[in-house]
């Protein structure tokens, strides 16, 4: 990356103080364009779940995964249980998404409680295992909430074969008009289910998968206790990459806790972190990461720059941990402060070889948590930061209440938010789509064909907040 006209700035930036400028290009379309990372991580485009309670889950890093994305689990989860989350990740189908399923007795009560857990909005009605109606919004419209699904599903069905192709399937749907359609094996067994555009995007999307051809799913895991068993545990589970995580990256404690797990020979890749400055970034990779998380206090549920005045604009801590990193043949992860595709692409034309998201995945079908709706009618989810009160007060569960207690004083983040659902674009795969397709237009602006290339060849300026307010559409018209 260069900076227009090649004028250094004079101060640290944030991704609203830049632009990049077009370069000549002879990439003629967004679909030339391979934005698959060279990190080790195994994912086929530069998104990242970050590891926040309120956003990372099973269903979260089944969606992403398959879209070619990588989810890393919150450390506050049982190992117990991200081993059966990595399990039931891994059994999931590369193409067809997981179905939600009643009984026809199950009410349309029932079925309203389960709809917003997945994108597709539809719940499979299945007897013995094989799917004999289909319920979606539209069929519990009016309809009372004691009524069995029975009386209110859709039974002339259009099943489609679990081996069929994506493009296929999309032919198939659109030919009868149809939005959705299970997915039956040989026996006529529910598999899953398909909807027109998820087999679309099937066709766009490569999915992030292991050796085995399964998806891939990270964890994450504290630098307190015993590290080397807790990491051994992790490792045991089948995760695909490691996370060493805690707020401050650059102290001994993360250090003696990348000795310790290299100590292990992992097997895996490891990324750690936070740190925003190159010092940083070469003490944790010459204590043993290969990938550096990047960020302190850009999140939109941090309040440490705040509480502490500790921190650093994200663009320039992703500048200058990206040069370091590289020079010792390392990545780094710009960890939050994204609010727009823009800022997606301008972290990897700083350096970065993938872009961690939280705040705004939170508000998605996928996220955990129930979908709630405010006075005002619009639908949300809960969302927190994890050195808020309520984070803290989960990872410590096992403690003493005196320490509990002592430590739910100290907070730096927000411990209470809504995420709204963007009604336009309510699933994670909604967003998806609408940060790669931004991202795949920044390339060839640049005349980029993959992450490298891009990196190399984007040239950036430095803009008043006048200049950043101009790109701005006007939503409302004139």
């Not at 730096?412 to 940060?435: K, M, Q, W």
Request: hydrophobic fraction near 45%; proline fraction near 4%; include cysteine.
């Amino acid at each position: 990356m260069e900076f227009l006209n090649g004028l250094m700035p004079a101060h640290d930036l944030t991704y609203e103080d830049v632009f990049m400028v077009p370069r000549s290009s002879d990439v003629a379309s967004r679909f030339d364009v391979d934005l698959a990372t060279s990190d080790g991580s195994g994912a086929t485009i530069p998104l990242v779940v970050a590891n926040m309670t309120a956003v990372a889950g099973r269903r979260m890093a089944e969606t992403v995964a398959r879209r070619g994305g990588l989810t890393v689990l919150p450390q506050d989860i049982p190992v117990d249980v991200v081993a059966e989350v990595v399990s039931w990740v891994k059994q999931r189908d590369l193409v067809h998404e997981t179905a939600l399923t009643l009984a026809p007795t199950n009410t349309v009560s029932d079925a309203r409680a389960l709809m917003p857990k997945r994108g597709h909005g539809a719940v499979v009605v299945v007897e013995d295992g094989r799917p004999v109606g289909v319920v979606t919004e539209r069929d519990c419209a009016g309809a009372d909430q004691f009524a069995q699904l029975s009386q209110v599903m859709s039974s002339r069905l259009q099943k489609l074969p679990a081996k069929i192709s994506a493009r296929e399937a999309f032919d198939k749907l659109a030919d009868q008009h149809r939005r959705l359609a299970p997915v039956v094996d040989d026996d006529g067994l529910l598999v899953g289910v398909l909807t027109r555009t998820s087999a679309l995007r099937a066709t766009l999307y490569e999915p992030a998968t292991d050796a085995a051809g399964r998806l891939r799913v990270a964890a994450a895991m504290g630098v307190n206790g015993d590290v080397r068993a807790k990491a051994e545990r992790l490792l045991a589970t089948g995760i695909d990459l490691l996370v060493l995580d805690t707020a401050h990256g650059h102290q001994h404690r993360m250090l003696e806790a990348l000795a310790a797990v290299r100590s292990i020979s992992p097997g895996v890749p490891i990324a750690a972190g936070n740190v925003v400055s190159a010092g940083g970034t070469v003490d944790l990779i010459e204590a043993g990461a290969d990938i550096v998380k990047v960020g302190v206090g850009p999140g939109a549920m941090c309040t440490t720059r705040m509480m502490t005045g500790v921190g650093r604009p994200q663009f320039s801590a992703v500048l200058e941990c990206a040069g370091a990193a590289r020079r010792l043949g390392r990545h780094v992860w710009a960890d939050g402060g994204v609010r727009h595709p823009r800022d997606v692409a301008l972290a990897l034309a700083a350096g970065a070889s993938a872009v961690m998201i939280g705040s705004w995945f939170a508000g998605t079908y996928e996220s955990p948590g129930d979908l709630k709706v405010a006075a005002d009618g619009r639908a949300y989810k809960d969302s927190f930061g994890m050195a808020s009160a309520r984070a803290v007060a989960s990872r410590t569960a096992s403690e003493s209440p005196f320490e509990r207690a002592r430590k739910a004083l100290f907070e730096e983040g927000i411990s209470t938010g809504r995420s709204y659902l963007d009604p336009a674009r309510p699933g994670v795969e909604d967003l998806i789509d609408s940060i790669i397709a931004g991202v795949r237009s920044a390339f060839t602006y640049a005349g980029a064909r993959t992450i490298a290339e891009f990196t190399d060849r984007a040239v950036v300026g430095i803009q008043s907040s006048a200049g950043y307010a101009e790109g701005r559409p006007v939503q409302s018209g004139w």
